[in-house]
């Protein structure tokens, strides 16, 4: 009896410990996405192992993806990076014209929503992310996530591999 009980003890422990890690991000709304970020960076060597390089290498990036699919970055190479709120970055975006844009969809091939990037100045340029919203505190790539940051997984639709993670906090 009691070699049984220990085994069945066992997979219920672990069958919890697989839900728990589940429940720590899940697919983000277009809703969601909308609005100012800023990057946290990662270190390389948190970065999946399959991009020789960081093709953004820049340690201070902001985003603001638009309601209209418009899609604005800015970066700076070195910290300290600068402390910027949403109406800041919202208004320095205004004066610009935005060259890329974003589109949330199901994505066929990956079976999930993607974010599609793509650019007006270049052409069959296309980006794939998969949009993660943190739904529970967690660490992971060198960093504390906290509820309500966006995770950006880059991936290869080919291999269905994360080829590079970009974590954002929303800015206030």
């Known amino acids: 009896m009691r070699r049984t009980i220990l085994p069945v003890c066992l997979c ?19 809703a969601e996405i909308q609005g100012e970020w800023q990057l946290l960076p990662v270190a390389d060597t948190f970065q999946p192992r399959v991009l020789k390089t960081n093709p953004w290498p820049a340690e201070c ?22 402390v910027l709120t949403s109406k800041q970055l919202h208004e320095a975006f205004a004066k610009t014209t ?4 974003w589109k949330y969809d199901f994505n066929p091939v990956y079976t999930k929503p993607l974010i599609t990037v793509t ?11 998969d949009p993660q919203m943190v739904v529970k505190p967690f660490s992971k790539y ?7 940051d966006l995770i950006l997984y880059l991936v290869d639709l080919k291999t269905h591999k994360r080829v590079l993670v970009r974590p954002l906090r929303r800015l206030p």
């Open 12 to 30: 219920f422990a672990l069958a919890g410990a697989f839900a728990q890690s589940e429940t720590l991000e899940r697919s983000a709304t277009p």
């Open 119 to 129: 650019r007006s100045d270049v052409g069959r340029y296309r980006e794939y992310w």
């Open 142 to 148: 060198g960093l504390d996530l906290r509820q309500g």
């Open 98 to 101: 935005a060259v890329v844009s």
């Open 61 to 82: 990036q902001w985003y603001s993806f638009g309601g209209s699919g418009e899609l604005s970055s800015t970066d700076k190479l070195k910290g300290p990076c600068d």
